[in-house]
């Protein structure tokens, strides 16, 4: 567990997510939820619930901050009950009014699509503080209606007073557009073009405009300073990075809006999909993932590839605007990089290598992305059900976890049950041209393997399949002679043993319900 800020999702049995939180160490912070001194009853309820946990890690502690917001507005988890009713995030908002304000508008009360937005802002002090130092240096009015005569702020050089006509519309707006760049982020071009002006008024004698323009460049260089004045992008950004092991990538996609955190997205890209050995693949994968998802103004890369400026003409034509694809040498994008990096790297170690392991174990011919376990649970000759669990990427996907009630067997046979349940399962697919797993794991051993293969032969389907005894925890294969027998801690194993424990756990589960209702 890395040492990063960031944060963290507990999911429970069905894969839901129930808390959301963030950390500045998510090491440290997570390891105390498993501290055997608990004594919050509610805490410890909250982990008497969890099966499975994940963590984004963020550049710093305000980005967790602003994601764990997103996180749980989105998810709404069950034990996150007073962020969910938590005050939305401020934005500072220019209104389109005919001399424009800076104001400050909650989340929940921006329309969609709305324009000439900045933040969002987490501290009240920073956002306080920037609306009043804009405000001063561009002189621009603050009354939320334009008064008949001058206020006390004319007075003190704080306002232009646009109300008594002491500067034309076109001269304020050119104050709001400079407002404008600072809160986009442009400080440093605004800072070039004020110098550029008091150069000019000062060699034209002008020294009180000159005067102006140098007063505006030192409050804008203590801005650009000043720790907590956060100014965020206006724009949308998405940052792709990846790692290689062996013959597969592991590739992350953040979705970053106007400067925040909002979403990420994980890929598996296997070498006969987008030709990885050549890393042809990053250009094929934007030219295809951005074929059918959002496109933002900015895409950040790793590492330049062939075509990038075609690429970058097929991106314009799809948005209908322009989209530039960056690679950073140095700054805050090589920072988003590194960060995506580091979350790549740890859910590998914690849960994708494992399947590695498991394909080179096995000699399986892909990558196994999907896995799906079948059990068959019954007492005596009533009630009689299987089950099947899907695991995607090393985690259960319970959207497509499936019961079966055994209708064609008389009588106690696995070995019957099992075929039926295989045969049912992928008959549907088979029909629907659905997807099929990259690997089936059957709770059992050879007479049960010996089942499920019968049936896949039935209906014309390869798809390898193992069976995975309990007693001895060893895999059958289908055209082994003997069984494999791996280590106890082997990272293969415990991930197939997790597969099989679900499978069974669903399963037993079933059986309850129906001998409940059957009691009722």
Known sequence: MPGKPGCYIFKDKNNNIVYVGKAKNLKKRISSYFRKDIVDPKTQKLV??????????????????????????????????????DKSFAYIKITNEEFPRIVVVREKNILWGEKNLFGPYISGNARR???????????????????????????????????????????????????????????GELIRILGNEMKNFSKNEQYELAKNRRDQILALEYISKKPGIALRKTYDQDVINYIIDKDVVFLQL???????????????????????????????????????????????????????????????????????????KAGSKIQLLNVLKENIISKHELGEKNLVELRDTLLLPNYPLVIECFDVSNLGNQNIVGS?????????????????KIKTVQGQSDFDSMKEIVY?????????????????????????????????????LIIPTIALAKQEEEIYTADAMFPIQLAKNNSALLMLQRVRNEAHRFAIQYHRLLRSKKIL
Request: overall charge positive.
């Open 388 to 404: 099947m669990v899907q695991f995607r990427e090393g985690k259960p996907d319970t959207s497509n976890y499936r019961r079966f």
């Open 48 to 85: 008497d619930g969890i099966d499975s946990l994940d963590f984004i890690i963020t550049p710093d502690e305000i980005a967790a901050l602003l994601l764990e917001s997103k996180l749980i507005k989105q998810h709404k988890p069950k034990y996150n009950i007073i962020l969910k009713d």
């Open 254 to 328: 953040f979705n970053i809006h106007k400067g925040v955190i909002s979403n990420r997205n994980d890929f598996v890209i296997e070498n006969n999909e987008l030709g990885i050995m050549n890393h042809g693949f990053l250009k094929k994968f934007i030219q295809q993932y951005y074929f059918s998802n959002a496109i933002p103004q900015e895409i950040i890369i790793p590492k330049d590839f062939s075509e990038k400026n075609l690429i970058e003409k097929y991106l314009k034509i799809l948005a209908k605007r322009k989209v530039k694809i960056t690679v950073p």
């Open 129 to 187: 503080e920037t609306v009043r130092l804009l405000n001063k240096i561009f002189l621009l009015r603050v009354c939320k209606k334009l008064p008949k005569r001058a206020c006390i702020l004319y007075h003190l050089h704080q306002c232009s007073a646009p109300c008594i006509k002491k500067i034309s519309r076109d001269e304020y707006l050119e104050n709001v557009k400079k407002a404008k760049m600072v809160l986009s982020g442009e400080t």
């Open 424 to 460: 049912r399962r992928y008959y549907r697919l088979k029909m629907e041209k659905s997807q099929l797993p990259d690997l089936v794991v059957i709770d059992g051993g050879k007479p049960q393997l010996t089942a499920a293969l019968m049936s896949l032969k039935d209906l014309g």
